[in-house]
C-alpha cells in the first residue's frame, strides 16, 4: 500500500513561477526523499530530508519536513519547462531490516513556456 | 560510469507466460531492489536483495520471484502472467543493504505488457 499522498495530484505553471507540492505520510520514518520522473522512465533522487531536520536546500528546490503532522513539501523556485516531470516523495520507515522505500502516488507537474 | 542497466526495455507478453527481467547495477553497488509501477501511481516495492541473499519482500504473489547473482546483477521473474501484471518494472542499486539517508539509483524499467 502506498505510504504517502502527494497534493496536488496535477499542477500547471507558467515558467519562471514556483511550484509547491505537499507530501503526507503515515508512520514514523528515518527519512523522506523526493525523487522525479520524465515520462514514465526511471526516477531520479532530487533531496532527502533526514526526521530530525526541518528544512533543507539544493539549488532551486526547498524541502521542508514536519514529523508532528506527518507532512513535507517541495518547493521548485522560477521554474523552467525542463522540470516537467512526476514528483513522488518516499519514505524510508524507522523500523524493518530491508532498504525499502515507501512511495507516494506522485504530483504530476507541467511547466508551461 | 554506467548508471543501472535493465534489459529488455519493453516486453509484450500473453497472459499465463513467463517473463524474465534483467538488472546490472551500478560498479560496486551490492544491493539491488525491484519496484513495480502500474500507470499512475507510484512504485511498489517486491524485493531487495544483497549479498545474493534475499533481505526483503513486499506485498506480491510468490509468482513473483528473483535471484542475485556473485557479480550483483538481478533477475525478476514473474510466472503464470495476468494482465494486472502490466506495469514498468524498476531496478534499483545502492552501495548498502540498509543505510539510514541512503539513495536509490534506478534504471530506465521494463515496460511489460500483458495482453
Known amino acids: 500500500s502506498q505510504q504517502g499522498e502527494e497534493d496536488p495530484q496535477a499542477l500547471s505553471i507558467q515558467e519562471g513561477e514556483n511550484a509547491t507540492m505537499n507530501c503526507s505520510y503515515k508512520?514514523?520514518?528515518?527519512?523522506l526523499q523526493w525523487y522525479r520522473q520524465n515520462s514514465g522512465r526511471g526516477l531520479v533522487h532530487l533531496i532527502l530530508?533526514?526526521?530530525?531536520?526541518r528544512e533543507k536546500h539544493s539549488g532551486r528546490l526547498r524541502v521542508t519536513l514536519d514529523t508532528s503532522k506527518k507532512s513535507s513539501s517541495l518547493l521548485i523556485t522560477a521554474s523552467r519547462a525542463a522540470d516537467t516531470a512526476s514528483y513522488f516523495c518516499a519514505t524510508d520507515r524507522a523500523q524493518g531490516g530491508s532498504e525499502k522505500l515507501v512511495f507516494g502516488k506522485g504530483t504530476k507537474l507541467t511547466v508551461n513556456p | 560510469d554506467a548508471g543501472v542497466t535493465q534489459s529488455p526495455t519493453h516486453l509484450i507478453k500473453t497472459r499465463g507466460q513467463h517473463v524474465t527481467l534483467r538488472c546490472s547495477p551500478i560498479s560496486g553497488h551490492k544491493s539491488v531492489s525491484w519496484y513495480q509501477q502500474v500507470l499512475g501511481q507510484g512504485p511498489q516495492f517486491i524485493f531487495q536483495y544483497y549479498e545474493k541473499e534475499e533481505r526483503g519482500r513486499g506485498n506480491f504473489p510468490d509468482r513473483f520471484s528473483a535471484r542475485q547473482f556473485p557479480n550483483y546483477s538481478s533477475e525478476l521473474n514473474v510466472n503464470a502472467l495476468l494482465l494486472g501484471d502490466s506495469a514498468l518494472y524498476l531496478c534499483?542499486?545502492?552501495?548498502?543493504?540498509?543505510?539510514?539517508?541512503?539513495?536509490?539509483?534506478f534504471g530506465s524499467g521494463t515496460q511489460l505488457s500483458v495482453l
Open positions: 534499483a542499486s545502492s552501495l548498502y543493504r540498509r543505510r539510514t539517508n541512503e539513495k536509490l539509483f
Open positions: 530530508i533526514r526526521s530530525n531536520e
Open positions: 508512520t514514523s520514518i528515518n527519512n
